[in-house]
């Protein structure tokens, strides 16, 4: 294993300690429990909206603590959701009286976490509401499996719900537009290497030079099933077709297209995908009106990427074209 | 004689002990059908049970068990955190404030565990998870209590909860991130039922 760490174990610390110095502007870090908030946060009379999960995503969810976004992001240690002692500090501080919406990633460990601690802030009298994302098209059978996972789609529902707040949404609207952008959202990955989780010290799954593992999740876990090897359109075709037909895309739809690099791909790279994705979405009438291409939501060093697209309307587009700044995602300022 | 507050402090010193021991092999089975990190959370979460216990020694079984819950609950993440957290808080609940814990009150402990991680985790016998060590170490243990012997049933527990590990070997695995892999989660150990038999293993040890 080589990575740019002091300790394995001191790895999200020293992460989150020098992000909270790089970004100091936008954001306070506490250290112990962690987690950080916007800098202004509580902001008056503004529904706050808290994130978390596993850290190794990065930026997901701390860079996208900031005007427009959330107000205030809860990270774990590397692929484990965090603790009910760091959300619920985390909720109380962003809490300004109109209530707190928790975006909560569909894994067992983030449910129950987030469960407990929104328990334990309603008995301290904060109204809060939960936004389940499960965007990932690769878990077929939701019957019989924890049901799908939330993946790339977590962004999009972090900008639209958190630009919704900004502009002064009430508590259960923030909340239905969140699950609005979770209905119509729809992800799906593939990993050409797996990723070294720090603690563990090796690699969390095999995959040969000429394999590749179709419908990974986000946390070193293998997916659905291992192919060989194919071109970036054979690949991209792959990924795209059962996101378009599980939303049920018709000629005429408008979407955001959302390229996500895994951590150990290129951007270049990214963009052959996208080509690719846009060429295909366009054959079939379908108009691509937002476009997303970068690493947003990653499993530490994995190369591979996510194909995420959001059915559009009106209102989601203007809430993705609202003014946002964070440390990863900023625009309108 | 029944089982005291010194016993549960022997039990919850060998667990963290046993998490300290195994955790490379929690990580390994954790790697194929997990996210590699039961081992290190669940070593984390039982040192941290040590400190709590360090700092204010609780004076019952019962107090004991509930400040390793909170404390699980809090430092361990992932689903083991709740689902831990809920079983030794349902554990000490029905213990309450019992000085001398006799075998009938110890066996519904145990079931008083598996049902809070039946109820968090919504999971049943077969899905591949930690009830499947607990479940059998459950009905063992209220199988040896009519003996009215605490060792008994602290060994039954113990050894059933290591054979229920044992098969969710070819099981297919219907919940948790295993779950993702469909069939390809046959043929492993879930690392769950593999830590819930080294805790009832060490809740035996520490009667001897």
Known sequence: ??????????VVDESVEGFGLAHADLVTVFAD???IVRKDAPVAGKVGLVSGGGSGHEPLHGGYVGMGMLDAAVPGAVFTSPTPDQILPATLAVNSGAGVVHIVKNYTGDVLNFETASELAEAEGVEVRTVLVNDDVAVEDSLYTAGRRGVGGTVLVEK??????ERGDNLDAVAAIGDRVNQNVRSMGVALTACTVPHAGAPSF???ENEIEIGIGIHGEPGRHRIPMENADGITDRLLEPVVSDLGLASGDKVLLFVNGMGGTPQSELY???????QQLA???ITVARSLVGNYITSLEMQGCSITVLRLDDEMTALWDAPVHTPALRWGV | MGLDVNWALRWLTLSAQAMAEHREELIELDRPIGDSDHGENMDRGFKAVMVKLAEVPPETAGAALKLTAMTLMSKVGGAAGPLYGTAF????????????IDAATLASAFQAARDGIVARGKAESGDKTMVDAWTPAVDAAAAAAGDSDVHKVLAAAAEAAEAG??????MLARKGRASYLGERSIGHRDPGAVSSALILRAAAGAAE
């Open chain 1, 206 to 208: 095999v995959l040969e």
């Open chain 1, 272 to 278: 052959i995908v996208y080509r690719r994705a846009a």
């Open chain 1, 283 to 285: 054959e079939k009438g």
């Open chain 2, 165 to 170: 590990a044992v098969s969710t070997d070819p």
């Open chain 1, 160 to 165: 639209i719900a958190g630009a919704a707040a």
């Open chain 2, 89 to 100: 808080l349902r554990a000490a609940t029905a213990l309450g404030e019992t000085a001398d």
């Open chain 1, 33 to 35: 429990p962690k987690y």
């Open chain 1, 1 to 10: 294993m080589k990575k740019l760490i002091n300790d394995p174990r001191a």
